[in-house]
């Protein structure tokens, strides 16, 4: 199972490893089973790590949604509580991953989702800072 799933990742076929694999425990159906299971597998991580031009486009759009929603979190955090707690960080900076996840449909294994969700937590709080700055505390 660990092989298919490697072959899988260098990108060779199912076909390939089912005519290459045999089992004296199991049948011929049931190899061909793991098999394909575990090369959709890795052929799923491999799409999910994979940065394309549309995941760059997406991760942009996923940024400036993230910025703005998470800009909307730390601004009520520091206008009315007037200042931030370890647990409002880590909720912004969730709402900033799932926000870029969301918009992308990629995962924080893809290097342009991490870094659109740490761009756009820095600028959330930047955001949230500005809002303090023009309305003040209102707490």
Same mark, same amino acid.
């Given at each position: 199972a660990n092989e298919a799933a490697e072959f899988g990742m260098d990108g060779i076929d199912a /076909?390939? %490893?089912k005519n290459?694999? @045999?089992s004296s425990i199991l049948s011929k159906a049931e190899v061909d089973e793991i098999i394909e299971k575990n090369v959709a597998k890795a052929a799923a991580v491999v799409a999910d790590t994979k940065v394309n @031009?549309? *995941?760059?486009v997406k991760s942009f759009l996923g940024w400036a949604l993230a910025s703005l929603v998470g800009g909307a979190f730390? @601004?009520?955090q520091f206008v009315y509580f007037g200042a931030? @707690?370890?647990l409002m960080v880590v909720g912004t900076a969730l %709402?900033?991953?799932? *926000?870029?996840? =969301?918009? *992308?449909?990629?995962s924080f294994k893809n290097t342009a989702v =991490? =870094? /659109?969700s740490f761009v756009a937590f820095i600028c959330a709080y930047l955001l949230g800072y500005l809002a303090v700055l023009?309305?003040?505390y209102l707490g």
């Amino acid at each position: 199972a660990n092989e298919a799933a490697e072959f899988g990742m260098d990108g060779i076929d199912a /076909a390939f %490893v089912k005519n290459t694999t @045999s089992s004296s425990i199991l049948s011929k159906a049931e190899v061909d089973e793991i098999i394909e299971k575990n090369v959709a597998k890795a052929a799923a991580v491999v799409a999910d790590t994979k940065v394309n @031009s549309e *995941t760059i486009v997406k991760s942009f759009l996923g940024w400036a949604l993230a910025s703005l929603v998470g800009g909307a979190f730390a @601004s009520l955090q520091f206008v009315y509580f007037g200042a931030t @707690s370890l647990l409002m960080v880590v909720g912004t900076a969730l %709402v900033c991953y799932f *926000t870029v996840k =969301l918009v *992308t449909k990629k995962s924080f294994k893809n290097t342009a989702v =991490l =870094l /659109a969700s740490f761009v756009a937590f820095i600028c959330a709080y930047l955001l949230g800072y500005l809002a303090v700055l023009i309305f003040g505390y209102l707490g």
